[in-house]
């Protein structure tokens, strides 16, 4: 639960307890849910929502309906619809502040999200039970262990062109750009392979299976976690950072050295 | 029987007399001790890249005790896990078990790419500090040519040293290399497929450029290099202007002992701030860029930062392909080959161009100060801006991405700064330079500001000045200008005393109040 | 002027070394010690204090030296006096401090030594000034005068303007042995890029297949590729399924396979019939809607692959070319000038992808001979 406004503490106070409680629910509910709600789940009726779900639809229609309409239709020129995009793809845009967007720009950033990740999840079951589409295929935070070695060749072919070696992000056109992975979970970096946020292409779990996105979030993971065996990385930016430091660090401090040296005193 | 007795004493004598007699050095020995250097510290800027160099030459004669620069496949099984069981040519397993598998040998590897970086910048710094003060006028062209020579020289050894290790990120430069190749009109299919003995990337072209890199650029540069030295030496330093200071002498200090032991120091340092570069800064992870192959790149793919110019330059052309009669000039071909050769021959032909718009065909052994020479630095200026708008948009990626601008408009600012900038460059520079000349006159004529300002009985103000020399009536000096800077403030004339020398404590006792003063602190 | 130093055999009356030192450095090297002064006074207080900054320097230099050794061969001392500690463990781990450590204790260690000798030399030595004559500009006009004729003399003495048969002689082997220096490196490295006709053809040529159609596979190199593996706003790199395809003995070879949504691949086939110049086909080159297209660009060579779904556009890293696809691949920003080359698709007996064909363009960067039309052969 993300404060809005440290001016309103009581406001504060009180949404902390109503997410306590929903927590709560979902906690106790968790496992029935998940056990009902086959990967191929159809649209069900709206009055056939599970319970996660209802709480879904709740927030829903307090915080998306306005762009996305009722039951995610869309609305043309305000929000896509949502009919078939799936759980993963709304926790995706949820958990990482994405959605609710605050404006319409060239591209959504990161922000602090508004929803925490059981209230995601449960946006997530409500359109995934409205009309279907990608899941993320595992619970939890943690994804299951990957090959990190063949994480990294799948990485370097389909991944670095956009995200760059170091996975610190890269430049698109126009203004747009692919960002950083170093705030991202398993389940955002699984989500975000499944579905293509945006401009990023999707890769569907037939072009690489649910095991290969697990050997690519072990590879990403082990990149950010794993320190640099050489110093200080310089942000892991390449020949840029590197040349800036040769000039900053190494010249200006011989410099300094030989106008000592040359120095009268 | 008597044993002679060894005089320990009488050896250094004894050897030094026995050397003489066999080689005839003393005269010539003598005479180089006592050679006189003249000290300034931009004169240090150009050895920060002759001891880079040494440095290259030790650090890099130990990698190449295990680097094998071979296009072999194998499969790697060494010590970093990411990369295990993965298809890579040898040359960059060789490289990786320098990296993880020798005992201190990635620090060296480190070392030997930071002092590469250095050679280069300290390069590019001294050429700068020799344009600008005018040291390459008669007699030294020929030195200021071996200069230029050495620059590029430098940057074929870079790149080919960066190429070696075969990971992602130096194939991508070599597969611009062979782009660039196959641009030249006529016949760069031709050289291209006979560089790589075939298509790129071929199986051959590590060890070309091993040859290149470890036997035959750096032959050429060490010879260019004790050329280039020998040359100073022989011609002597040139030197600022200043008391005692002609076009016929030098002033400075004698080679031997203290000029040769703060080189040696310098040399220390230089070594010291690589190594701690090499330890401190991670540079080139090629274990994180993977091997080359062909269908992998990274965003935010550069070259080293001396390669960076013409990157940029490439990035910034327009797509201008010139198309007749079914031949082709691609569109890359004039910033990466017709560029470099342009900033090639025009330096070249610099001192003479402009010994030839000066009519100037004198000795020149006193440098000038950049203000006095505006068109020379406003041309120094705009060409350093020149250079800095290719070298920055050779990383326009990186600065649009952190930065958040659009790629397309740092594009655009690059192409239109690369235009616009150089000549506003050149303006500005001058103007600022006659500006301080006029300052410089004005010292001289009427002395310097002492700020503080006098009323006068019909109600001006001024500012009283303190002339440096005698003065006429109207408050006017005749003080020529000298070419040597001119003191601007008071402290400078000795008019406050010097501060007390010493860190955490004094080590000089003040000097004791003369008896007069004390009466006065006495009396009062 | 200041003559005061300590140094000096001084038996009495006779002159010290400096005055032999200074006098013989002004007779016979032309050099004038003009200012000669030492920083301190000998003995003094101040001068005993440089000279323990001096030696603390060498001492802290030479500790330095030592704690590198000793990391060098120990690090990181956990389990003494194991000597294996210093290799890579994945993690945050004490191994990752082997070479910072090394770094920072040699650069302290030549860094204090540096510090020393300056400081010794700066501040033990005595302060001069001295003062050398140039003697530039050229010898002496006789002595200059006498080479000059003596370097005639040795051309008279050779006697070629005397002997013409001799000049035109020596003429046959400063050529022949020219030529032979000039033939033998190129002929040893020259090779014909048209012979075998190395650019225009890639691993998709069906006539280095033993004329089958050639597979798209995936980065594995023998996994075969069906439409439906890819997922609407996918792509993925296909390599082509010959025997090593994925490798960079086939560097041009490298394909990205698109699959566009339907409205843009319908764009997409429009244009397709208006700009056929980088692609040769007899069958509709796009499988459905998928599409593909050379993965090395026009440009410079590196892989154009940052696909952005959304707008279509095909970025290259290097140098900022965009290729709408949309649009036939047509360059639209950067240094680019030509279009990503076209790989007709189709769909081989048993439902998995492959290639109509070669590509009908020299893949990637231009050159003098690049037909900048297709070439029907």
Not at chain 2, 31 to 46: A, C, E, I, M, R
Not at chain 3, 3 to 30: K, L, S
Not at chain 3, 47 to 67: C, D, H, P, Q, Y
Not at chain 3, 90 to 118: D, E, Q, R, V, Y
Request: aromatic fraction near 10%; charged fraction near 20%; hydrophobic fraction near 45%.
């Amino acid at each position: 639960m993300v404060a809005h406004s440290p001016r309103r503490p009581r406001s504060r106070a009180r949404r902390r307890a109503i997410a306590a409680l929903r927590m709560l629910a979902a906690l106790v509910l968790a496992g029935g849910i998940y056990a009902l709600v086959s990967p191929n789940a159809q649209a069900n009726a709206p009055g056939q929502l599970s319970a996660a779900a209802q709480e879904g639809r709740a927030l829903y229609e307090t915080s998306c309906i306005s762009c996305h309409a009722n039951n995610g239709q869309g609305v043309e020129g305000r929000g896509p619809s949502l009919i078939g995009v799936g759980s993963a793809a709304v926790e995706f845009q949820v958990e990482t502040g994405r959605m609710p967007a605050a404006a319409q720009g060239a591209q959504l950033e990161r922000k602090p999200p508004q929803f925490n990740s059981d209230e995601a999840r449960q946006l997530g079951q409500y359109i995934q039970e409205l009309g279907g589409g990608p899941e993320i295929a595992f619970q939890g935070e943690q994804a299951p262990k990957g090959d990190i070695a063949h994480g990294g060749e799948l990485f370097r072919v389909n991944c670095s062109s956009c995200h760059a070696f170091s996975a610190a992000g890269g430049a698109l056109s126009s203004g747009k750009f692919a960002p950083s992975l170093e705030p991202s979970t398993d389940r955002q970096l699984y989500a975000a392979m499944l579905t293509g946020p945006q401009n990023m292409p999707v890769f569907g779990d037939n072009q690489m299976s649910p095991q290969d996105k697990y050997d690519v979030i072990a590879y990403v993971q082990n990149l950010k976690s794993d320190t640099d065996p050489g110093g200080w990385g310089l942000g892991r930016f390449g020949p840029v950072t590197e040349g800036v430091a040769i000039f900053l660090f190494g010249m200006v401090l011989l410099a300094f050295a030989a106008l000592w040296i040359a120095g009268k005193s | 029987m008597k044993k002679r007795k060894f005089d320990v004493k009488q050896l250094p004598a004894a050897t030094a007399g026995a050397i003489d007699d066999r080689y005839k050095v003393a005269t010539p020995l003598r005479s180089f001790l006592n050679k006189v250097f003249p000290d300034h510290w931009t004169f240090l800027l150009g050895e920060i890249a002759l001891f880079a160099f040494i440095i290259l030459l030790l650090t890099g004669t130990f990698l190449a005790l295990f680097f094998e620069p071979s296009m072999q496949e194998v499969t790697y099984q060494g010590s970093y896990l990411p990369l295990r069981d993965v298809h890579m040519s040898r040359a960059y397993e060789t490289s990786l078990e320098l990296s993880f598998d020798v005992r201190g040998g990635l620090i060296m590897r480190q070392m030997h790419h930071w002092a590469a970086l250095l050679f280069m910048a300290a390069i590019v710094v001294h050429m700068a500090r020799v344009f600008f003060t005018g040291a390459f006028r008669k007699p030294r062209e020929l030195n200021w040519i071996i200069g230029l020579l050495l620059f590029w020289l430098g940057f074929l050894e870079g790149f080919a040293g960066y190429s070696l290790p075969d990971d992602a990120l130096s194939g991508t430069g070599l597969r611009i290399a062979s782009a660039i190749v196959l641009s030249i009109p006529l016949v760069g299919s031709w050289v291209s497929t006979s560089l790589f003995s075939g298509e790129f990337p071929g199986e051959i072209i590590l060890e070309r450029f091993y040859i290149l890199h470890v036997f035959l650029l750096p032959l050429v540069l060490l010879t260019l290099i004790t050329v280039h030295v020998g040359l100073v030496i022989v011609q002597k330093h040139s030197q600022f202007p200043g008391p005692g200071r002609t076009n016929h002498n030098v002033v400075g200090e004698r080679w031997f002992p203290r000029y040769v032991l703060k080189q040696g120091g310098f040399f220390m340092l230089v070594f010291g701030v690589l190594a701690l570069m090499g330890g401190l800064f991670q540079i080139n992870p090629i274990w994180l860029f993977g091997p080359y192959e062909a269908a992998v790149v990274s965003s935010g793919s550069q070259p080293d930062w001396y390669v960076m110019f013409l990157d940029g330059s490439t990035r910034l052309m327009p797509a201008w392909e010139i198309r007749a009669f079914g031949y082709t000039i691609p569109a890359i071909f004039w910033p990466t080959v017709v560029l470099p050769g342009l900033l090639t021959v025009f330096p070249m032909f610099y001192p003479f161009i402009e010994a030839r718009l000066r009519k100037d065909k004198g000795f020149h052994n006193l440098l000038e100060r950049p203000r006095d020479v505006p068109e020379r630095t406003g041309l120094g200026a705009a060409g350093i801006t020149f250079y800095l708008v290719l070298t920055f948009s050779g990383g326009n990626d990186i600065i649009a991405d952190k930065f958040q601008i659009s790629l397309n408009a740092m594009t655009w600012a690059g192409r239109i700064g690369l235009l616009v900038l150089p000549p506003l460059a050149y303006y500005v520079a001058r103007r600022i330079c006659l500006g301080l000349q006029q300052h410089d006159r004005e010292v001289l004529a009427h002395g310097v500001e002492t700020g503080i300002i006098r009323l006068l009985p019909d109600g001006r103000f001024i500012e009283v000045h303190q002339p440096l020399a005698p003065v006429d009536e109207h408050g006017h000096g005749e003080l020529p200008y000298v070419g040597a800077p001119v003191p601007k403030k008071m402290n400078r004339l000795g008019a406050l005393p010097p501060a007390v020398r010493g860190f955490f404590k004094p080590i000089e006792e003040p000097a004791p109040p003369k008896p007069k003063d004390r009466e006065k602190i006495e009396t009062h | 002027m200041s003559t005061g130093t300590g140094t000096g055999t001084g038996n009495g009356t006779g002159p010290t070394r400096f005055e032999v030192v200074r006098q013989g450095a002004r007779e016979h090297d032309d050099v004038e010690i003009v200012h000669y002064e030492p920083q301190y006074p000998p003995g003094s207080k101040a001068e005993k204090r440089m000279t323990r900054i001096v030696s603390l320097m060498f001492m802290l230099s030479g500790l330095t030296a030592i704690l590198f050794v000793l990391a060098y061969v120990w690090w990181p001392f956990t389990d003494w006096p194991s000597v294996d500690g210093w290799q890579y463990q994945p993690g945050n781990t004490a191994s990752k401090g082997f070479t910072p450590i090394l770094g920072l204790m040699l650069g302290l260690s030549l860094g204090f030594l540096g510090l020393g000798i300056l400081t010794w030399g700066k501040k033990l030595l005595p302060h001069e000034i001295a003062l050398q004559d140039r003697h530039d500009g050229g010898s002496d006009p006789a002595e200059r005068a006498l080479t000059g004729t003596t370097l005639q003399f040795i051309g008279e003495e050779l006697g070629l303007a005397r002997r013409p048969l001799l000049k035109v002689a020596l003429a046959a082997p400063a050529a022949g042995l020219g030529a032979a220096a000039l033939v033998v490196p190129v002929g040893m490295l020259i090779k014909d890029p048209h012979h075998p006709d190395v650019f225009f053809h890639t691993g998709w040529d069906p006539a280095a297949n033993g004329g089958k159609k050639v597979r798209l596979v995936r980065e594995d190199g023998v996994t075969a590729i069906r439409p439906e593996d890819i997922s609407v706003g996918g792509q993925i790199t296909a390599f082509p399924g010959i025997p090593e395809g994925n490798r960079n003995k086939h560097a041009d070879s490298p394909v990205l396979l698109i699959r566009l949504r339907q409205d843009d691949a319908a764009r997409l086939r429009e244009n397709i019939k208006a700009y056929p110049t980088n692609a040769k086909f007899e069958k509709h080159p796009m499988v459905g809607d998928l599409v593909a297209y050379s993965k090395i660009c026009t440009h410079a060579g590196c892989p154009a692959s940052l696909y952005e779904q959304e707008t279509n556009r095909l970025l290259c890293p290097c140098h900022q070319s965009q290729f709408l696809i949309t649009d036939n691949a047509k360059p639209i920003f950067g240094p680019a000038t030509q279009r990503l080359p076209m790989l007709p698709l189709e769909l081989d007996e048993e439902g998995f992808l492959a290639a109509q064909g070669d590509f009908a363009v020299p893949v990637g960067p231009a050159f003098w001979e690049k037909p900048s039309e297709r070439r029907d052969a």
